[in-house]
């Protein structure tokens, strides 16, 4: 294991199970061998651009990383997600790691939010014209759904190299989300090295 101790604070690694410990460890481990990886301080990233997910008690970041690959920079998140089950007797509470990503955008597009197309989206389309869909990509239309609150900051951003790189990764549950300059894109998955790896080259590549 190459990981240096001085990079993080280790108050944070006794919040983990010893099995997450050698998640974030392995995590690390696979990052510095394609990027050039630094442990920074959250309150020091970007992050808290995003209320919604860091006024949620039930998303809980503990470590930043400081990805740069070439010219390119970008942000990746350990987080614990807290999820609460309710059962006919007990209520119950499952904490997992996830993997979140922030990367700076060259340029200002507003508030833009994409999720997987789904029936409720569907229900909420017949009532509300916030949806943006693109005749020149009916499949990119048919998969995602786009709430932007400017229409053509949004066509901007989603550029049609853009919106090739979204239909190809591999899990359509991710969300991304993008306020003004700073972009926000996770899976609310378990963290696995693949996740990570595929969140890491998609923000390398946004």
């Not at 740069?68 to 007990?90: P, T």
């Not at 509300?128 to 048919?142: A, V, W």
């Not at 003004?180 to 998955?189: E, R």
Request: net charge positive.
């Amino acid at each position: 294991m190459n990981f240096n101790s001085k990079e993080i604070n280790y108050v944070k690694l006794f919040t983990f199970s010893e099995e997450q410990k050698k998640q974030v460890f392995k995590v690390y481990d696979r990052l510095c061998k394609i990027y050039n990886v630094s442990v920074i301080d959250i309150k020091d990233s970007p992050l808290f651009l995003f209320k919604p997910l860091v006024e949620n008690q039930n998303f809980v970041p503990q470590i930043c990383y400081l990805i740069k690959s070439e010219n390119n920079s970008f942000y990746l998140y350990i987080i614990i997600r807290i999820v609460h089950y309710k059962g006919k007797y007990s209520d119950k509470t499952e904490e997992f790691l996830e993997v979140w990503g922030i990367k700076k955008l060259d340029e200002d597009f507003g508030d833009i939010l994409i999720r997987k197309e789904n029936f409720s989206n569907k229900i909420t389309e017949l009532f509300k014209t916030f949806d943006i869909d693109f005749n020149d990509d009916p499949q990119f239309s048919k998969t995602f759904y786009v709430l932007g609150e400017n229409e053509a900051q949004a066509r901007i951003f989603l550029s049609q190299s853009r919106r090739r790189l979204l239909k190809s990764f591999p899990d359509k549950d991710f969300q991304l989300e993008v306020k003004n300059n700073i972009l926000s894109f996770g899976l609310p998955k378990k963290l696995s090295i693949p996740r990570v790896l595929e969140i890491s080259k998609f923000l390398k590549d946004i």
